[in-house]
């Protein structure tokens, strides 16, 4: 998997006021709803929220990925945010979350669910790129950061 096949630019979204996880995956479901006509944003929401009450996709450092499964999700999508101000996420550091990747996969993709978190958490473990994303100021700047690093 390469970042670029499921991040697209209108889905990076840089330094938002974002103000809660409710917010925040409130919004994104919003946008991938608004993007795929397969997708509704009320079942990306209540996947977002059931998976994140099994425990916390807050990975510590400042950084999670929201992720769960959708049925009338046909391929996997990803989604890059900042946050102006980190919110509290209930992170296994208690450090608030201001890096996010909500990735979305379709029920039937176990394997490549497992596999995409894992390149995620493996990329999003590099300080480097997480202060780079950090100072980024625009959407654009935003993903090709995240594509090309």
């Known amino acids: 998997m390469q970042l670029e096949d499921i991040l697209s630019p209108e889905r990076c979204h840089c330094q938002v ?3 809660s996880k ?7 479901s919003e946008i991938i709803g608004d993007q795929f006509n397969s997708l509704e944003p009320e079942p990306i929401y209540d ?3 059931a998976r994140e ?7 510590g450092k400042g ?3 929201p992720h769960c499964r959708v049925a009338s999700c046909t391929g996997i999508i990803g989604s890059l ?3 102006a101000a980190p919110v509290d996420y209930d992170a296994i550091d208690g450090r608030p979350v201001d890096i996010l990747f909500v ?3 379709p029920e039937q993709k176990s394997d490549d669910h497992i596999k995409t978190l894992a390149k995620l958490a493996e990329l999003f473990s590099d300080e480097d790129l997480c202060f780079t994303l950090r100072q980024t100021q ?7 950061i995240a594509i090309t690093y």
């Open 22 to 28: 409710r917010r925040i995956l409130t919004n994104i």
């Open 47 to 49: 996947s977002l929220m």
């Open 53 to 59: 009450q099994l425990g916390s996709t807050g990975l």
């Open 81 to 83: 945010i900042t946050l």
């Open 63 to 65: 950084i999670s990925i």
């Open 17 to 19: 006021t974002w103000s």
């Open 138 to 144: 625009s959407n654009e700047d935003l993903h090709n």
């Open 103 to 105: 990735l979305i996969v």
